[in-house]
T-cell receptor, first 109, second 114 residues
Framework: KQEVTQIPAALSVPEGENLVLNCSFT??????LQWFRQDPGKGLTSLLL?????REQTSGRLNASLDKSSGRSTLYIAASQPGDSATYLC????????FGKGTRLHILP | ETGVTQSPTHLIKTRGQQVTLRCSSQ?????VSWYQQALGQGPQFIFQ???????GRGNFPPRFSGLQFPNYSSELNVNALELDDSALYLC?????????????FGPGTRLTVT
């Protein structure tokens, strides 16, 4: 049974710092892994999608990596800003989509 | 390009009642998935529809059912509501072409069962 774990559960960092969010999964037979952002009480915004054949994807200040063999993904955020404060969720797709519980990120002005 | 929309935004129901939630897929998407997100948790997969047929289901009882229409819009129906059904219900659309299976989410429907 696929399980997705995100560490840490919550993170506070000063504005301007670079940071890394972690996601691990137990079954490496996945089609893809997707990172999302969720603002309080809102829907999910897709940030990056990594297909199983890919190692990383980049969009602006965001970079996501995927290591299927070790069952890990990281989301790197460069030069953090207060507007980056949100919950970040990762999800893997095998025969269905399994989400982690998310990391609540707070960027201190 | 029209994004994923959901209605209603908020809903309050009484235990034992039935509810229908609606979702309009992003233009060109033929697959819709529904998720339940309890407070402080990640979304839990309920089921997925592809071309009007259910083609995947999570660990939810049969009182959770759905429909997908020819225009790829979708409904989630929940019968015999329980207090634990209180959650944010999210739908997501995707396509099997282009960037396959990339999920695009709607804003969600907040259901409160009293």
């Amino acid at each position: 049974k696929q399980e997705v774990t995100q560490i840490p559960a919550a993170l506070s960092v000063p504005e301007g710092e670079n940071l890394v969010l972690n996601c691990s999964f137990t079954d490496s037979a996945i089609y893809n892994l997707q990172w999302f952002r969720q603002d309080p009480g809102k829907g999910l915004t897709s940030l990056l999608l990594i297909q199983s054949s890919q190692r990383e994807q980049t969009s602006g200040r965001l970079n996501a990596s995927l290591d299927k063999s070790s069952g890990r993904s990281t989301l790197y955020i460069a030069a953090s800003q207060p507007g980056d404060s949100a919950t970040y969720l990762c999800a893997v797709r095998d025969d269905k989509i399994i989400f982690g519980k998310g990391t609540r990120l707070h960027i201190l002005p | 390009e029209t994004g994923v929309t959901q209605s209603p935004t908020h809903l309050i129901k009484t235990r034992g009642q039935q509810v229908t939630l609606r979702c309009s897929s992003q233009s060109g998407h033929n697959t819709v998935s529904w998720y339940q997100q309890a407070l402080g948790q990640g979304p839990q997969f309920i089921f997925q529809y592809y071309r009007e047929e259910e083609n995947g289901r999570g660990n939810f009882p049969p009182r959770f059912s759905g429909l997908q229409f020819p225009n790829y819009s979708s409904e989630l129906n929940v019968n015999a509501l329980e207090l634990d059904d209180s959650a944010l219900y999210l739908c997501a659309s995707s396509t099997s072409t282009g960037s396959p299976y990339e999920q695009y989410f709607g804003p969600g429907t907040r259901l409160t069962v009293t």
